[in-house]
């Protein structure tokens, strides 16, 4: 967890680390309902763990343990349908559903979370005289999902050309809904040489983690009685 900074800077014993974990599990059923009809069925679940043991020793945090927690969780399920109407034209379409829930890695914490109770932490640096419960940590529980369907089509009238037209629309409960289309055209005027003219658009929602993700340090002259900050990144 110290990639970025020279020996004296950072503490690099095996005990300063991030440790991830990713569990996915996915499944896939494909059928023809007759010779022109294919069915396929497919989904996927999976889990992310940050250990709550992950940590850094920099000196942002005076060369002792700053922990990180983050989890993440998704569940997708997707039916397709390719059809083909003839030997020129052909179809696929289809839609899903994806349902994520997502706590971001949030500020450097004062101990390890304790992933067996609720959620809660104090901010690395902030336990002093004052105030010794320290500044709570915010931790933001993320819930969305996405719903879309899609379908192309593609035309090959003959050996030399194809003809692709497609469209997606998604709703997205965080960022609610966005068409997206796309259009190929191949032309093969020879064996040696193929022209391609290809347009299309895509939409990328913000990840948990860069819109909440939030880092930063307090100080405090006064035990604990009054804290400042020379740099503090927000969560959005």
């Given amino acids: 967890s110290a990639l970025n900074y020279t020996g004296q800077d950072a503490i690099y014993n095996k005990d300063v680390y991030f440790g991830q974990y990713l569990n996915i599990?996915?499944?896939?059923?494909?059928?023809?309902?007759?010779?022109?009809?294919?069915?396929?069925?497919?989904?996927?679940?999976?889990?992310?763990?940050?250990?709550?043991?992950?940590?850094?020793r920099n000196i942002y945090v005076?060369?002792?343990?700053?922990?990180?927690?983050?989890?993440?969780?998704?569940?997708?399920a997707e039916q397709q349908l390719s059809v083909k109407i003839n030997d020129e034209l052909s179809l696929i379409g289809g839609g899903l559903f994806e349902s994520y829930y997502s706590i971001p890695k949030g500020t450097d914490l004062e101990s390890p979370i304790d992933v067996a109770k609720a959620i809660k932490g104090t901010i690395r640096g902030t336990v002093m005289a004052n105030n010794p419960g320290g500044i709570a940590a915010d931790f933001?529980?993320?819930?969305?999902?996405?719903?879309?369907?899609?379908?192309?089509?593609?035309?090959?009238?003959?050996?030399?050309?194809?003809?692709?037209?497609?469209?997606?629309?998604?709703?997205?409960?965080?960022?609610?809904?966005?068409?997206?289309?796309?259009?190929?055209?191949?032309?093969k005027p020879t064996e040696k040489v193929t022209i391609k003219a290809l347009y299309g658009s895509a939409f990328l929602a913000a990840s948990p983690y860069q819109a909440y993700q939030c880092f930063g340090s307090f100080q405090s002259s006064d035990s604990g009685r009054t804290y400042t900050s020379g740099f503090w990144h927000l969560p959005n």
Avoid: H, W
């Fill in 25 to 56: 599990f996915s499944g896939t059923y494909s059928d023809n309902i007759n010779e022109d009809v294919l069915s396929s069925t497919s989904l996927t679940l999976s889990r992310y763990d940050m250990d709550p043991e992950s940590n850094y």
């Fill in 62 to 76: 005076d060369l002792e343990p700053g922990y990180k927690y983050s989890f993440g969780s998704m569940l997708k």
């Fill in 140 to 187: 933001y529980t993320v819930r969305y999902y996405n719903a879309g369907g899609y379908i192309q089509a593609q035309y090959v009238p003959s050996d030399k050309v194809s003809i692709t037209l497609g469209g997606r629309y998604d709703y997205n409960s965080r960022y609610e809904g966005t068409f997206n289309p796309r259009l190929g055209v191949v032309f």
